[in-house]
């Protein structure tokens, strides 16, 4: 594909991202979005709603009820828009009959130049190790599916695990290995493999900061950054670059304990996931213990960092992983980090 540059484009182009349809926007991850790009004050943001639901949009978006039955429903509601955020949960099948699909498919022949499909979370273009947590097969077929169409471009957020809700959200050692409700911490090996992982503001700072970009380069001589550079990519952020011994120090300086008030245990990564992968049927507490375990193994496959980062050219502030884990038990105290 030729380079696309600003020059280059019609009279009257705008080269920006003016218009942004955002499906889930009163979810936990696209509700973090919608409070971004509304602060940011840059976009006009239209919020995808599925008819008769009762989820509620912040003010200052407007809502465009849709029929997912009905492609041109979709299609008239992503008219004019220039780029599609969907948040959908993670069982969102890649059959061609789940809503992803249909709002790709809509997206396509509405003609928006960029999509961002569901795939918050770990490396995105890793297909081995997404297949073994069990989480490939939703983004790997939203790819193809924009890339066959051939009128969108992708763009993924890879943000690893969100912070606040894997550190948190059951209470038990499940996750990040460390169980809050009754102080009981599982280390994998050491506990000292290094992982990237995003809280949700910072996930919302990142796509509202990649928003706010010009759309193209100016020209060929043009290296500041610009949304087309992610075109077809992913773009990696981060809040931490942290081990689970790290995030326990935060956890004990919060709650004002120390090592002598958890029952702490160390298990080999595999032998760990091996476990949660022979659990028959759909468990939960399986599933979870699958993919945290995995991300963790000793290969360096779960630190973002070696991509390189987006964060400064997105303009995303250094976080304090106290006021983070500090906020994640606050938000597990009033009761948000629930499925």
């Known amino acids: 594909m030729s380079p696309k540059f600003a020059k280059d484009q019609p009279a009257g182009f705008v080269n920006r991202i003016q218009k942004v349809a955002l499906v889930g926007a009163g979810g936990n991850i696209g509700g973090y979005f919608a409070k971004h790009l509304l602060a940011a004050g840059k976009h006009q943001i239209t919020a995808i709603s599925r008819a008769g639901s009762k989820s509620t949009i912040p003010e200052g978006i407007h809502r465009v009820s849709v ?19 969907i948040t959908l949960g993670v069982s969102s099948r890649g059959d ?22 569901n795939a918050y979370g770990p490396d995105p273009r890793n297909d081995k190790m997404t297949m073994e947590m069990g989480l490939r097969e939703g983004f790997r077929s939203a790819r193809a599916l924009v890339e066959k169409r051939g009128v969108s471009s992708w763009i993924a957020l890879a943000c690893g695990f969100w912070y606040e809700w ?7 050692p499940n ?6 409700e009754d102080r009981a911490v599982t280390f994998f090996d050491r506990g000292e493999e290094k992982i990237t992982t995003t809280t949700w503001d910072q996930c919302g700072r990142a796509v509202a900061g990649l928003l706010a970009l010009k759309r193209f380069p100016e020209d060929e001589h043009d290296t500041s950054p610009a949304v087309d550079n992610w075109a077809n990519k ?14 326990f120090e935060s956890a004990k300086r919060v709650t004002g304990t120390t090592d002598a008030d958890w029952k702490i245990e160390y298990v080999g990564s595999e032998e760990r996931y091996k476990a ?15 993919m945290y375990t995995r991300v963790f ?9 070696r991509y390189g980062l987006a964060n400064a050219a997105l303009g995303l502030p250094e976080e304090d992983i106290d006021e ?3 906020e994640g038990l606050r938000l597990a105290k009033a009761g948000i980090l629930k499925y």
């Open 166 to 172: 894997s550190l948190v959200s059951d209470g038990q």
């Open 324 to 326: 983070s884990t500090k």
């Open 276 to 290: 949660a992968a022979a659990v028959p049927g759909f468990d939960m507490v399986a599933f979870s213990r699958k």
């Open 297 to 305: 193994f000793q290969t360096g496959e779960g630190d973002h960092s």
């Open 67 to 85: 029929d997912y039955n009905d492609e041109s429903s979709l299609v008239e509601a992503l008219r004019g828009q220039d780029f599609l955020i």
């Open 96 to 117: 061609g009959s789940n809503a992803s699909d249909k709002l790709i498919n809509a997206a396509a022949a509405a003609g928006v130049p960029y999509v961002m499909p």
């Open 175 to 180: 996750r990040f290995g460390i169980g809050f």
């Open 234 to 247: 992913a773009v990696y952020v981060a809040s931490f670059r942290v081990s689970q011994k790290d995030m």
